[in-house]
């Protein structure tokens, strides 16, 4: 069984289920033993000719079964085999051995009622009640003759999530999804593409979902319906004899099947996660929806852990350069504990800088091809969300041995530059170094010392040079055609008794943020170089795409709404222009402009040098031909490769197989890709989730500037909050048949009817997509222009509670609504001024 399951491969949930049950055997108390059957001369046996490999498979474990009962007759000890392949159930039972579904088998145990509720119950199937049931699905082929199918070329395997679709020639028919349709996809006039219907599912994607129980109305029914917290997910049947318990409680589902007769799947419940709206429960949710491992590090991981207490021995010192004696120090933001980097910077007796980026050594403690190596490989990264962080590594590495704390000894992984007054770099080297950080400072400390005149001590100087040489890389790398980005970012103050939030900031830029980033990039760009010039089929890299043309348009509408014309043909042309764009009336005015522009972007990705040509390797957004991530290896498995492959380079350690394999890289940067995407999308939610609870139980207002405007929305940036907000203009009303029938009449101008009180008349909304604006009587509303709104929050849907949105002012007379303050106390904005229409 371990065999086939590990040959199975390739699927994240099947490659977890196989780790599960290694863990479960190498527990020594669960008393889990492995017998080698196929190397076992009595019960290895060979394919039959027309035999499948699962049948195969089926038949040595109904042999093996036999024979454990044989071998075990003297002593009196039952043995059972438990499948959910009825076939296979029978089959053994007529060999004289005992055999249960799983169902069944728990079902017999009378002590553990509640366990019948963990188990997925396989219904056995009844020919005659077969004949008489309604499908609402055609039947699927089995796996095997998909693969005959597949080889003669009759089916094709389509890459949507392993489905196979028949495509039947050049033909063009309405391809089905078992009754799901494919979509026949246009081409030009009169051109179709060929479509298909699927046949049959490779692999299926399912996994467990997060959602709450809909109890049945029956009193004494076990049989409920189960909400998915993923909307794209249908409601799931399931049995439970615990609804009452699971009332108000966000639970976990799994799918078991989906008969051809059913709407809806069926499946088992797993566990409860918590009570709806705690914090730890969302929080929960929010990972588990989001596929961000989270589960406590397991005992085999953390037997890779080094012994404390932790000393470094002479052979280390020989091995490594020690650097102790220099002025170096860390410099985070406020509360960091896993500090995974470091600088110094000293005067050479030439005049020059020798400047240094000191980071954590993690690949010293993580060695290939073990628990902790494969733990933080799936990981491949640390999740942030609000009020907590879900290390990539255990808390002793991530937080103690490999964090660059203050007055300790620290193994890192050095790089060095000699760098002239002009921030011109002469040379780089790396080396594995020993440190022992003088100061681990926060941005605010950093920036007192250097803005403090009276502070003149070598630390301080150190600071100030580093200060001075980033201002004039970021200068330099900016009239590259950098781009310099915006998003409103903010910090939740949260009361840790209560996890209540107390306060909303702003998130304060210092200079000396820029000058942590700027060596960082620097050491990211060496490395990138260094690796690339060594391994040029299997460096680790880094890319962001120039996005096309089309992502631009909905930018450029917006700043031409407001007169202004954003060059896009280059990254150092669309620099320039941000630059150049500024409203003196609007001091959000540019940073909104760099938030939009930063919404047009493409993703940037990990991956392999060997699977791309050089001129695909370019950064856009940081205008550099290569890059990489080289000072995060705490919270990035990426940059755990890059320190390997550096340390190879410069014979400090060995190399692997799989390390100088492009195959392998590749995969590798796809599962971290994947990993990263999750985390960042897990963060935002928790942004949002967190926001949405400090506004929970009251009605507030904010100033806002409008960001994209739709036919029958407005989007708006509310600084106060660093949340972007949707404020809806057809929420209380659908417009009628006639109404649209006219709205085409009208070419580029669109009508929205607001149902309103009898006695106000109904405000009518005219959105013109080509100008871009709302124009709702006297009042124009463009990108850009400020507007006032009341905040709410819906709880109608405990699973998705959203905040609703109302326009204060400009007053709009039967959509707008009053304001709560005293009205000396509301702004009033002009929108009604006559414009340019």
């Known amino acids: 069984m371990l065999h086939s399951i590990s040959a199975a491969g390739g699927a994240t949930q099947i490659l977890a289920v196989y780790k599960k049950l290694r863990d479960l055997i190498e527990e020594s108390k669960k008393k889990f033993f492995v017998f080698s059957n196929e190397h076992h001369g009595e019960c290895y046996i060979e394919r039959g000719e027309k035999e499948s490999a699962n049948d195969r498979n089926d038949r040595a474990i109904r042999i093996t079964a036999w024979w454990y009962k044989q071998h075990f007759r003297t002593t009196n000890q039952n043995i059972i085999l438990i499948t959910n392949d009825m076939a296979n159930r029978d089959k053994t039972r007529e060999m004289d051995v005992e055999s249960y579904t799983m169902y069944e088998y728990v079902s017999s145990l009378q002590s553990s009622p509640g366990l019948l509720d963990l188990v997925a119950n396989i219904e056995e199937e009844n020919e005659e009640e077969e004949g008489m049931k309604k499908y609402l699905y055609s039947p699927h082929m089995s796996l095997e003759q998909m693969r005959l199918e597949i080889k003669s070329g009759r089916l094709r395997q389509v890459c949507a999530e392993n489905i196979t679709a028949q495509l039947p020639g050049s033909q063009c028919h309405g391809g089905r999804l078992g009754e799901e349709k494919l979509c026949c996809i246009r081409q030009g006039d009169g051109e179709r593409q060929p479509t298909g219907c699927v046949v049959g599912i490779i692999r299926r994607k399912w996994r467990q979902y997060c959602g709450i129980l809909k109890k049945s109305d029956f009193a004494e029914s076990t049989r409920h319906l189960f909400i998915p917290a993923d909307k794209k997910i249908p409601f799931i049947r399931i049995e439970t004899r615990q609804a009452e318990m699971l009332q108000n409680k966000r639970i976990i589902v799994a799918i078991d099947s989906w008969p051809r007769d059913s709407r809806n799947p069926k499946g088992h419940f797993v566990r409860v996660i918590g009570i709806i709206g705690e914090t730890e429960s969302e929080n929960e949710v929010i990972l588990l929806e989001h596929d961000c491992p989270h589960t406590k590090f397991s005992e085999a991981v953390l037997n890779c852990l ?33 500090i995974d980097d470091a600088l110094h910077c000293r005067e050479l007796p030439n005049g020059n800088f020798e400047v240094g980026v000191h980071i954590a050594d993690v690949s010293h403690f993580i060695r290939p091809h073990t628990a902790l190596d494969k733990e933080a490989q799936n990981r491949s990264t640390t999740v942030y969300l609000t009020n907590r962080r879900i290390d990539m590594v255990p808390d002793l590495l991530s937080s103690n041995l490999c964090s660059l704390r203050g007055n300790v000894d620290r193994f890192a ?111 990211n760009v060496t490395s990138a170089e260094t690796t690339l010039k060594h391994f040029p089929d299997c460096a680790l890299l880094r890319r962001h795409p120039a996005p096309p043309h089309s992502n631009f348009e909905p930018l450029l509408l917006a700043a031409k709404s407001q007169d202004i014309e954003l060059d896009v043909s280059s990254n150092k042309a669309l620099a320039n222009s941000l630059d150049n764009a500024t409203r003196d009336n609007n001091p959000f005015f540019n940073s909104m402009l760099r938030i939009m522009t930063t919404r047009c972007m493409m993703q940037a990705v990990y991956f392999c040098s060997g699977t791309l040509e050089p001129g695909e390797f370019y950064h856009y957004g940081l205008a550099t031909p290569t890059y990489t991530h080289f000072t995060s290896p705490i919270r990035r498995y990426a940059d755990i490769i890059v320190h390997r492959l550096l340390a190879v380079i410069i014979e400090a350690d060995k190399t692997y197989p799989e390390l100088l394999e492009s195959k392998k890289l590749a995969e590798l940067s796809q599962h971290i890709n994947y990993r990263h995407k999750m985390a960042q999308y897990a963060g935002r939610e928790s ?63 669109r009508a929205e009817t607001m149902e309103v009180d009898d006695d106000v008349p109904a405000p009518e909304f005219e959105f013109n997509e080509q100008e871009l604006y709302i124009k709702c009587g006297p009042v124009v509303i463009r990108p850009f222009d400020q507007l006032f709104i009341q905040v709410t929050v819906d709880s109608s849907d405990v699973q998705h509670q959203r905040v609703v949105s109302k326009l204060i002012h400009p007053v709009i007379p039967g959509f707008s609504v009053p304001s709560t303050k005293k009205d000396e106390e509301v702004p009033k904005v002009n929108l009604i001024k006559k414009r340019k229409t």
């Open 306 to 338: 080094p012994k404390l207490p932790w000393l470094i021995t002479e052979k280390d010192e020989l091995e490594r350069e020690d650097l102790r004696h220099l002025d170096i120090c860390s410099v985070d933001p406020i509360g960091c504990t896993d």
């Open 413 to 523: 992984f050095s790089v060095l530059w000699e760098i002239t007054p002009k921030a011109e770099v002469l040379s780089s080297r790396f080396r594995k170094t020993i440190i022992q950080s003088r100061a681990e400072m926060s941005y605010q400390q950093a920036q007192q010392r250097i803005d403090d005149p009276n502070m003149t001590d070598s630390l301080t100087q150190s600071l100030r040079n580093l200060n001075m040489l980033a201002k004039q890389l970021k200068s330099r790398r900016i009239n590259d055609g950098a781009l310099v980005l915006a998003s409103m970012e903010v910090k939740f103050h949260i009361d840790p008794d209560t996890d209540t939030v107390v306060d909303i900031v702003a998130k304060q830029h210092l200079e000396t943020m820029s000058m942590v980033e700027e060596f960082m990039l620097l050491a």
């Open 687 to 749: 942004s949002v989730i967190t926001a949405i609870a400090s506004l929970k139980g009251k009605v507030s207002e904010f100033e806002s500037y409008v960001l994209f405007l739709h036919k029958n929305a407005i989007q708006v940036l509310v600084p106060s909050i660093g949340q972007q907000l949707t404020l809806y203009l057809d929420s209380k009303k659908k417009p009628e048949k006639d109404d649209k029938k006219d709205d085409k009449k009208k070419g580029g101008k």
